[in-house]
Protein backbone atom coordinates (compact mmCIF):
# COMPACT_ATOMS: atom_id res chain seq x y z
CA UNK A 1 0.00 0.00 0.00
CA UNK A 2 2.60 2.59 1.03
CA UNK A 3 4.45 1.63 -2.20
CA UNK A 4 1.40 2.57 -4.07
CA UNK A 5 1.14 5.63 -2.46
CA UNK A 6 4.59 6.98 -2.65
CA UNK A 7 4.24 6.13 -6.32
CA UNK A 8 4.69 9.64 -7.91
CA UNK A 9 2.53 10.15 -11.27
CA UNK A 10 3.85 11.83 -13.78
CA UNK A 11 3.41 15.07 -14.77
CA UNK A 12 3.53 13.97 -18.87
CA UNK A 13 4.03 11.38 -20.57
CA UNK A 14 5.79 10.72 -23.84
CA UNK A 15 4.19 8.69 -26.04
CA UNK A 16 7.01 8.49 -29.04
CA UNK A 17 9.21 8.08 -26.53
CA UNK A 18 8.08 5.13 -24.86
CA UNK A 19 7.04 3.99 -28.38
CA UNK A 20 10.56 3.62 -29.36
CA UNK A 21 11.97 2.30 -26.23
CA UNK A 22 9.81 -0.64 -25.51
CA UNK A 23 11.31 -2.11 -28.93
CA UNK A 24 7.40 -2.02 -30.51
CA UNK A 25 8.65 0.40 -33.06
CA UNK A 26 11.38 -2.29 -34.29
CA UNK A 27 8.79 -5.03 -34.24
CA UNK A 28 6.59 -2.82 -36.62
CA UNK A 29 8.95 -1.69 -38.69
CA UNK A 30 10.37 -5.15 -39.06
CA UNK A 31 6.66 -6.47 -40.10
CA UNK A 32 6.70 -3.19 -42.65
CA UNK A 33 9.86 -4.69 -44.18
CA UNK A 34 9.28 -7.96 -44.48
CA UNK A 35 6.22 -8.68 -44.85
CA UNK A 36 4.69 -7.34 -48.62
CA UNK A 37 1.41 -5.96 -48.92
CA UNK A 38 -1.15 -6.44 -46.64
CA UNK A 39 -1.77 -3.24 -45.86
CA UNK A 40 -5.33 -3.98 -44.26
CA UNK A 41 -3.32 -6.08 -41.57
CA UNK A 42 -0.80 -3.38 -41.02
CA UNK A 43 -2.77 -1.16 -40.55
CA UNK A 44 -4.88 -3.11 -37.89
CA UNK A 45 -1.65 -3.99 -36.25
CA UNK A 46 -0.48 -0.43 -35.60
CA UNK A 47 -4.06 0.26 -34.39
CA UNK A 48 -3.89 -2.53 -31.74
CA UNK A 49 -0.09 -1.24 -30.80
CA UNK A 50 -1.47 2.53 -30.52
CA UNK A 51 -4.03 1.18 -28.44
CA UNK A 52 -1.80 -0.78 -25.97
CA UNK A 53 0.33 2.26 -25.67
CA UNK A 54 -2.00 4.87 -24.74
CA UNK A 55 -3.24 2.13 -22.14
CA UNK A 56 0.51 2.05 -20.70
CA UNK A 57 0.43 5.45 -20.65
CA UNK A 58 -2.80 5.42 -18.78
CA UNK A 59 -1.92 3.44 -16.46
CA UNK A 60 1.28 5.46 -15.15
CA UNK A 61 -1.09 8.13 -15.15
CA UNK A 62 -2.83 6.59 -12.12
CA UNK A 63 -5.86 6.37 -14.88
CA UNK A 64 -8.00 3.13 -14.94
CA UNK A 65 -7.78 0.62 -17.77
CA UNK A 66 -9.75 -2.25 -18.77
CA UNK A 67 -7.40 -4.34 -20.21
CA UNK A 68 -8.80 -4.78 -23.73
CA UNK A 69 -9.51 -8.21 -25.32
CA UNK A 70 -7.56 -8.80 -27.67
CA UNK A 71 -8.61 -12.11 -29.42
CA UNK A 72 -8.36 -12.08 -32.91
CA UNK A 73 -9.66 -13.88 -35.80
CA UNK A 74 -7.29 -13.90 -39.66
CA UNK A 75 -9.55 -14.59 -42.37
CA UNK A 76 -7.72 -15.30 -45.88
CA UNK A 77 -7.28 -17.25 -48.83
CA UNK A 78 -4.48 -19.61 -48.85
CA UNK A 79 -0.54 -18.82 -48.49
CA UNK A 80 -1.44 -14.68 -47.72
CA UNK A 81 0.51 -15.18 -44.40
CA UNK A 82 -1.46 -15.43 -41.44
CA UNK A 83 0.40 -18.02 -39.52
CA UNK A 84 3.51 -15.60 -40.00
CA UNK A 85 1.60 -12.94 -38.86
CA UNK A 86 0.19 -14.43 -35.63
CA UNK A 87 4.08 -15.32 -35.09
CA UNK A 88 4.77 -11.67 -35.06
CA UNK A 89 1.48 -10.47 -32.74
CA UNK A 90 3.10 -13.06 -30.45
CA UNK A 91 6.31 -11.18 -30.47
CA UNK A 92 4.36 -7.49 -30.78
CA UNK A 93 2.35 -8.34 -27.83
CA UNK A 94 4.86 -9.42 -25.27
CA UNK A 95 6.99 -6.39 -26.20
CA UNK A 96 3.62 -4.34 -25.34
CA UNK A 97 3.48 -6.44 -22.37
CA UNK A 98 0.32 -7.96 -23.06
CA UNK A 99 1.50 -11.22 -22.77
CA UNK A 100 4.21 -12.29 -20.13
CA UNK A 101 6.14 -14.60 -22.28
CA UNK A 102 5.20 -14.14 -25.84
CA UNK A 103 5.74 -17.27 -27.51
CA UNK A 104 3.32 -18.79 -29.88
CA UNK A 105 1.11 -22.30 -29.32
CA UNK A 106 0.13 -23.71 -32.62
CA UNK A 107 -2.52 -26.27 -32.89
CA UNK A 108 -5.17 -27.41 -35.05
CA UNK A 109 -8.10 -29.72 -34.26
CA UNK A 110 -6.03 -32.46 -33.96
CA UNK A 111 -4.27 -31.29 -30.77
CA UNK A 112 -8.06 -29.90 -29.20
CA UNK A 113 -9.96 -32.63 -30.12
CA UNK A 114 -10.29 -36.17 -28.60
CA UNK A 115 -11.23 -39.66 -30.20
CA UNK A 116 -13.09 -40.57 -27.21
CA UNK A 117 -15.55 -39.56 -24.44
CA UNK A 118 -13.84 -37.16 -21.81
CA UNK A 119 -10.83 -37.02 -23.99
CA UNK A 120 -11.53 -34.00 -25.44
CA UNK A 121 -11.43 -31.73 -21.88
CA UNK A 122 -7.72 -32.97 -20.85
CA UNK A 123 -6.14 -32.71 -24.37
CA UNK A 124 -7.71 -28.53 -24.80
CA UNK A 125 -6.63 -28.00 -21.39
CA UNK A 126 -3.12 -29.18 -21.92
CA UNK A 127 -2.73 -26.92 -24.66
CA UNK A 128 -4.39 -24.21 -23.06
CA UNK A 129 -1.85 -24.42 -20.23
CA UNK A 130 1.05 -24.52 -23.04
CA UNK A 131 -0.34 -21.37 -24.21
CA UNK A 132 -0.53 -19.05 -21.42
CA UNK A 133 1.47 -16.09 -20.90
CA UNK A 134 1.45 -16.25 -25.06
CA UNK A 135 -0.45 -16.77 -28.10
CA UNK A 136 -2.57 -20.09 -28.71
CA UNK A 137 -2.92 -20.03 -32.63
CA UNK A 138 -5.80 -22.46 -33.79
CA UNK A 139 -5.03 -22.86 -37.34
CA UNK A 140 -8.38 -23.87 -39.42
CA UNK A 141 -10.47 -23.17 -36.42
CA UNK A 142 -13.78 -24.30 -38.55
CA UNK A 143 -13.10 -27.83 -38.31
CA UNK A 144 -13.36 -27.87 -34.71
CA UNK A 145 -17.55 -27.35 -35.13
CA UNK A 146 -18.75 -30.45 -37.49
CA UNK A 147 -22.42 -29.24 -38.00
CA UNK A 148 -22.95 -32.92 -39.49
CA UNK A 149 -22.04 -34.87 -36.56
CA UNK A 150 -23.91 -33.31 -33.29
CA UNK A 151 -21.69 -35.52 -31.29
CA UNK A 152 -18.58 -34.42 -32.54
CA UNK A 153 -16.36 -33.78 -29.25
CA UNK A 154 -15.49 -30.56 -30.67
CA UNK A 155 -18.14 -28.99 -29.36
CA UNK A 156 -16.65 -29.63 -25.95
CA UNK A 157 -13.60 -28.12 -27.04
CA UNK A 158 -14.91 -24.76 -27.81
CA UNK A 159 -17.00 -24.65 -25.12
CA UNK A 160 -13.35 -25.06 -23.02
CA UNK A 161 -12.37 -22.40 -25.23
CA UNK A 162 -15.32 -19.50 -24.59
CA UNK A 163 -14.72 -20.14 -21.03
CA UNK A 164 -11.09 -19.76 -21.19
CA UNK A 165 -11.52 -16.77 -23.48
CA UNK A 166 -13.62 -14.98 -21.02
CA UNK A 167 -12.53 -16.01 -17.62
CA UNK A 168 -8.48 -16.41 -18.50
CA UNK A 169 -7.91 -12.96 -20.79
CA UNK A 170 -5.28 -11.78 -18.91
CA UNK A 171 -3.31 -14.92 -19.77
CA UNK A 172 -3.70 -15.70 -23.00
CA UNK A 173 -4.13 -14.69 -26.39
CA UNK A 174 -6.34 -16.63 -28.53
CA UNK A 175 -6.07 -16.54 -32.48
CA UNK A 176 -8.30 -18.17 -34.98
CA UNK A 177 -7.13 -18.16 -38.00
CA UNK A 178 -8.70 -19.59 -41.27
CA UNK A 179 -10.01 -19.68 -44.96
CA UNK A 180 -12.78 -16.46 -45.39
CA UNK A 181 -16.04 -18.64 -46.21
CA UNK A 182 -15.44 -21.43 -43.59
CA UNK A 183 -14.56 -19.30 -40.82
CA UNK A 184 -17.90 -16.93 -41.64
CA UNK A 185 -19.46 -20.42 -41.16
CA UNK A 186 -18.17 -20.88 -38.63
CA UNK A 187 -18.78 -17.57 -36.69
CA UNK A 188 -22.23 -17.67 -37.83
CA UNK A 189 -23.05 -21.70 -36.16
CA UNK A 190 -20.98 -20.08 -33.23
CA UNK A 191 -22.13 -16.92 -32.51
CA UNK A 192 -20.66 -16.80 -28.79
CA UNK A 193 -17.04 -17.18 -30.85
CA UNK A 194 -17.72 -13.98 -32.89
CA UNK A 195 -18.81 -11.68 -30.16
CA UNK A 196 -15.35 -12.75 -27.69
CA UNK A 197 -13.05 -11.95 -30.46
CA UNK A 198 -13.10 -8.04 -31.18
CA UNK A 199 -10.38 -7.85 -33.79
CA UNK A 200 -11.64 -9.42 -37.08
CA UNK A 201 -8.84 -9.10 -39.51
CA UNK A 202 -8.85 -10.01 -42.65
CA UNK A 203 -5.79 -10.92 -45.12
CA UNK A 204 -6.21 -9.60 -48.99
CA UNK A 205 -4.84 -11.72 -51.56
CA UNK A 206 -2.07 -10.44 -52.84
CA UNK A 207 -1.68 -8.66 -56.22
CA UNK A 208 0.58 -9.94 -58.96
CA UNK A 209 3.08 -7.09 -58.26
CA UNK A 210 3.46 -7.97 -54.91
CA UNK A 211 4.08 -11.87 -55.67
CA UNK A 212 6.57 -10.35 -57.55
CA UNK A 213 8.11 -8.84 -54.58
CA UNK A 214 8.05 -12.03 -52.64
CA UNK A 215 9.41 -14.01 -54.98
CA UNK A 216 12.64 -11.58 -55.26
CA UNK A 217 12.90 -11.64 -51.28
CA UNK A 218 12.41 -15.58 -50.96
CA UNK A 219 15.24 -16.02 -53.26
CA UNK A 220 17.15 -13.37 -51.57
CA UNK A 221 16.51 -15.07 -48.50
CA UNK A 222 18.40 -18.45 -49.74
CA UNK A 223 20.77 -16.60 -52.16
CA UNK A 224 20.01 -16.62 -55.81
CA UNK A 225 18.41 -13.99 -57.50
CA UNK A 226 16.35 -13.82 -61.35
CA UNK A 227 18.27 -12.17 -64.19
CA UNK A 228 16.46 -9.60 -66.34
CA UNK A 229 14.51 -11.86 -68.63
CA UNK A 230 13.80 -14.30 -65.93
CA UNK A 231 11.52 -11.26 -63.88
CA UNK A 232 9.54 -10.79 -66.79
CA UNK A 233 9.02 -14.29 -67.46
CA UNK A 234 8.14 -14.73 -63.75
CA UNK A 235 5.45 -11.61 -63.83
CA UNK A 236 4.01 -13.98 -66.75
CA UNK A 237 3.72 -17.27 -64.22
CA UNK A 238 2.53 -15.25 -61.60
CA UNK A 239 -0.48 -14.28 -63.89
CA UNK A 240 -1.03 -17.22 -65.68
CA UNK A 241 -0.77 -18.86 -62.07
CA UNK A 242 -3.15 -16.97 -60.54
CA UNK A 243 -6.31 -18.43 -63.35
CA UNK A 244 -5.31 -21.93 -62.46
CA UNK A 245 -7.05 -24.03 -59.58
CA UNK A 246 -5.50 -24.40 -56.00
CA UNK A 247 -3.98 -20.87 -56.45
CA UNK A 248 -2.48 -20.54 -52.53
CA UNK A 249 -0.67 -16.88 -53.44
CA UNK A 250 3.06 -17.40 -51.72
CA UNK A 251 3.05 -20.53 -51.17
CA UNK A 252 2.23 -21.39 -55.10
CA UNK A 253 5.58 -18.97 -55.52
CA UNK A 254 7.45 -20.78 -52.85
CA UNK A 255 6.48 -24.10 -54.86
CA UNK A 256 7.33 -22.38 -58.09
CA UNK A 257 10.55 -21.36 -57.11
CA UNK A 258 11.37 -24.74 -55.69
CA UNK A 259 10.97 -26.35 -58.75
CA UNK A 260 12.84 -23.58 -60.37
CA UNK A 261 15.75 -23.81 -58.67
CA UNK A 262 15.54 -27.69 -59.19
CA UNK A 263 15.79 -26.87 -62.94
CA UNK A 264 18.60 -24.72 -62.29
CA UNK A 265 20.90 -27.10 -60.43
CA UNK A 266 20.18 -29.47 -63.41
CA UNK A 267 20.84 -27.32 -66.11
CA UNK A 268 24.06 -26.42 -64.73
CA UNK A 269 24.94 -29.78 -64.31
CA UNK A 270 24.59 -30.63 -67.94
CA UNK A 271 26.66 -27.64 -68.95
CA UNK A 272 29.51 -29.77 -67.65
CA UNK A 273 31.65 -26.76 -67.56
CA UNK A 274 33.65 -24.66 -64.48
CA UNK A 275 31.24 -22.28 -62.71
CA UNK A 276 31.15 -19.13 -61.14
CA UNK A 277 29.31 -17.92 -57.95
CA UNK A 278 27.46 -16.18 -60.31
CA UNK A 279 26.38 -18.98 -62.20
CA UNK A 280 25.49 -20.71 -59.51
CA UNK A 281 23.28 -18.02 -57.52
CA UNK A 282 21.59 -16.84 -61.31
CA UNK A 283 18.09 -18.14 -62.00
CA UNK A 284 17.34 -17.49 -65.69
CA UNK A 285 14.48 -17.53 -68.07
CA UNK A 286 14.43 -20.91 -68.97
CA UNK A 287 14.36 -22.33 -65.55
CA UNK A 288 11.01 -20.87 -65.16
CA UNK A 289 9.31 -20.91 -68.83
CA UNK A 290 10.11 -24.77 -68.59
CA UNK A 291 7.13 -24.88 -66.15
CA UNK A 292 3.68 -26.65 -67.14
CA UNK A 293 1.43 -23.45 -66.09
CA UNK A 294 3.66 -21.31 -69.17
CA UNK A 295 2.91 -24.24 -71.43
CA UNK A 296 -0.59 -24.58 -70.87
CA UNK A 297 -2.01 -21.34 -69.93
CA UNK A 298 -5.33 -22.12 -72.30
CA UNK A 299 -6.19 -25.31 -70.37
CA UNK A 300 -7.06 -24.16 -66.74
CA UNK A 301 -7.83 -27.68 -65.63
CA UNK A 302 -4.20 -29.28 -65.49
CA UNK A 303 -1.76 -29.03 -62.48
CA UNK A 304 1.30 -26.93 -61.87
CA UNK B 1 -2.57 -27.32 15.00
CA UNK B 2 -0.95 -25.60 12.00
CA UNK B 3 0.52 -28.24 9.48
CA UNK B 4 4.19 -27.49 9.00
CA UNK B 5 5.60 -29.25 5.78
CA UNK B 6 8.00 -28.35 3.25
CA UNK B 7 9.11 -24.78 2.48
CA UNK B 8 8.10 -21.64 3.69
CA UNK B 9 6.55 -24.01 6.45
CA UNK B 10 6.93 -21.35 9.46
CA UNK B 11 5.53 -18.25 7.30
CA UNK B 12 2.14 -17.34 7.32
CA UNK B 13 0.41 -19.64 4.02
CA UNK B 14 1.60 -18.00 0.97
CA UNK B 15 -1.23 -15.88 -1.00
CA UNK B 16 -1.76 -16.60 -4.84
CA UNK B 17 0.18 -13.86 -5.74
CA UNK B 18 2.92 -15.07 -3.79
CA UNK B 19 2.22 -18.94 -5.06
CA UNK B 20 2.07 -17.42 -8.57
CA UNK B 21 5.82 -15.89 -8.53
CA UNK B 22 7.47 -19.29 -6.84
CA UNK B 23 5.51 -21.11 -9.77
CA UNK B 24 7.24 -18.80 -12.15
CA UNK B 25 10.70 -18.86 -10.49
CA UNK B 26 10.51 -22.58 -10.81
CA UNK B 27 9.33 -22.78 -14.39
CA UNK B 28 12.25 -20.08 -15.11
CA UNK B 29 14.48 -22.76 -14.12
CA UNK B 30 13.22 -25.58 -15.90
CA UNK B 31 11.54 -27.21 -13.23
CA UNK B 32 8.23 -29.09 -13.97
CA UNK B 33 5.13 -28.33 -11.14
CA UNK B 34 4.03 -30.98 -9.84
CA UNK B 35 0.69 -30.79 -7.64
CA UNK B 36 -0.89 -33.63 -5.19
CA UNK B 37 -3.32 -33.49 -2.59
CA UNK B 38 -3.85 -36.08 0.28
CA UNK B 39 -5.90 -35.98 3.85
CA UNK B 40 -3.69 -38.16 5.03
CA UNK B 41 -0.86 -35.43 6.50
CA UNK B 42 1.17 -38.08 8.78
CA UNK B 43 4.88 -36.44 7.84
CA UNK B 44 6.15 -39.57 6.82
CA UNK B 45 3.25 -40.21 4.20
CA UNK B 46 5.50 -38.79 1.43
CA UNK B 47 3.37 -40.25 -2.28
CA UNK B 48 0.64 -37.90 -1.85
CA UNK B 49 -2.27 -38.05 -4.87
CA UNK B 50 -1.19 -36.26 -7.75
CA UNK B 51 -3.64 -34.02 -9.61
CA UNK B 52 -3.00 -34.20 -13.26
CA UNK B 53 0.59 -35.19 -14.46
CA UNK B 54 3.82 -32.57 -14.07
CA UNK B 55 3.30 -30.19 -15.71
CA UNK B 56 6.46 -30.18 -18.10
CA UNK B 57 5.74 -27.84 -20.59
CA UNK B 58 4.02 -25.19 -19.11
CA UNK B 59 5.84 -21.37 -19.87
CA UNK B 60 3.89 -19.34 -17.72
CA UNK B 61 2.58 -19.84 -13.75
CA UNK B 62 -1.15 -18.90 -15.34
CA UNK B 63 -1.53 -22.42 -16.16
CA UNK B 64 -0.65 -24.19 -13.13
CA UNK B 65 -2.75 -21.53 -11.18
CA UNK B 66 -5.56 -22.90 -13.60
CA UNK B 67 -4.70 -26.15 -12.68
CA UNK B 68 -4.15 -25.51 -8.75
CA UNK B 69 -7.23 -23.45 -8.82
CA UNK B 70 -9.10 -26.61 -10.77
CA UNK B 71 -8.11 -28.96 -7.70
CA UNK B 72 -9.15 -26.50 -5.15
CA UNK B 73 -12.70 -26.77 -6.34
CA UNK B 74 -12.49 -30.51 -6.44
CA UNK B 75 -10.58 -30.85 -3.29
CA UNK B 76 -9.49 -27.82 -1.53
CA UNK B 77 -12.73 -28.34 1.26
CA UNK B 78 -10.93 -31.44 3.05
CA UNK B 79 -7.46 -32.07 1.52
CA UNK B 80 -3.87 -30.39 2.22
CA UNK B 81 -2.67 -29.51 -1.10
CA UNK B 82 0.74 -29.03 -1.99
CA UNK B 83 2.89 -27.72 -5.22
CA UNK B 84 6.47 -29.80 -5.70
CA UNK B 85 8.88 -28.59 -8.47
CA UNK B 86 10.67 -31.36 -10.29
CA UNK B 87 14.14 -30.75 -11.41
CA UNK B 88 15.07 -33.19 -14.41
CA UNK B 89 19.17 -32.19 -14.36
CA UNK B 90 21.42 -34.64 -14.03
CA UNK B 91 22.53 -35.20 -11.32
CA UNK B 92 19.33 -33.76 -9.08
CA UNK B 93 16.49 -35.83 -10.51
CA UNK B 94 14.48 -34.74 -7.81
CA UNK B 95 12.29 -32.63 -6.06
CA UNK B 96 13.61 -29.17 -5.74
CA UNK B 97 10.54 -27.20 -3.74
CA UNK B 98 7.73 -28.13 -2.22
CA UNK B 99 5.51 -26.38 -0.35
CA UNK B 100 1.54 -26.61 1.08
CA UNK B 101 -0.80 -24.24 -1.44
CA UNK B 102 -3.72 -25.35 0.02
CA UNK B 103 -5.50 -26.42 3.52
CA UNK B 104 -8.45 -28.68 4.55
CA UNK B 105 -11.76 -25.65 5.66
CA UNK B 106 -11.89 -27.92 8.89
CA UNK B 107 -10.30 -28.34 11.99
CA UNK B 108 -6.42 -29.47 11.49
CA UNK B 109 -6.38 -31.93 14.24
CA UNK B 110 -2.63 -32.08 14.21
CA UNK B 111 -0.81 -35.52 15.91
CA UNK B 112 -0.53 -37.43 19.15
CA UNK B 113 2.81 -39.33 20.19
CA UNK B 114 2.06 -43.27 21.26
CA UNK B 115 4.29 -44.54 23.50
CA UNK B 116 4.42 -48.32 23.13
CA UNK B 117 5.73 -50.58 25.97
CA UNK B 118 8.42 -53.31 24.51
CA UNK B 119 10.87 -55.84 25.67
CA UNK B 120 12.93 -54.83 28.83
CA UNK B 121 10.57 -51.44 29.48
CA UNK B 122 11.82 -50.14 26.87
CA UNK B 123 9.77 -47.56 25.14
CA UNK B 124 8.94 -46.82 21.61
CA UNK B 125 7.13 -43.62 20.22
CA UNK B 126 5.42 -42.72 17.37
CA UNK B 127 3.06 -39.97 15.95
CA UNK B 128 -0.47 -40.68 14.99
CA UNK B 129 -2.49 -38.59 13.29
CA UNK B 130 -6.05 -38.11 14.91
CA UNK B 131 -7.25 -37.40 11.16
CA UNK B 132 -6.79 -41.08 10.29
CA UNK B 133 -9.19 -42.21 12.69
CA UNK B 134 -11.90 -41.73 10.42
CA UNK B 135 -11.85 -43.61 6.85
CA UNK B 136 -10.39 -41.44 3.87
CA UNK B 137 -12.29 -38.91 2.59
CA UNK B 138 -14.48 -37.65 5.92
CA UNK B 139 -11.31 -36.64 7.49
CA UNK B 140 -11.81 -32.68 7.54
Not at chain 1, 84 to 109: E, F, I, N
Not at chain 1, 242 to 249: E, K, V
Request: charged share 30%; aromatic share 10%; with cysteine.
Amino acid sequence: MLEEESKKIPESYNLQQAFEESGVKEVLDELDRDLIGLQPVKTRIREIAALLMVNKAREEMALTTAKPSLHMSFTGNPGTGKTTVAMRMAALLHRLGYVRKGHLVSVTRDDLVGQYIGHTAPKTKEMIKKAMGGVLFIDEAYYLYRPDNERDYGQEAIEILLQIMENNRDDLVVILAGYADKMDRFFTSNPGFRSRIAHHIDFPDYTDDELLQIARKMLEEQNYRFDKSAEQIMKKYIAARRNQPHFANARSIRNALDRAILRQANRLFKQNRDLSADDLSTVIEEDIAASRVLKSTDSTNQKE
Amino acid sequence: MKLTQGTFSYLPDLTDEQISKQVQYCIDNGWAVNLEFTDDPHPRNTYWEMWGLPMFDVKDAAGVMYELNECRKVYGDNHYIRLTAFDNSHGWESIRLSFIVNRPKGEEKGFRLERQEVDDRKIRYTTHSYATDKPAGERY
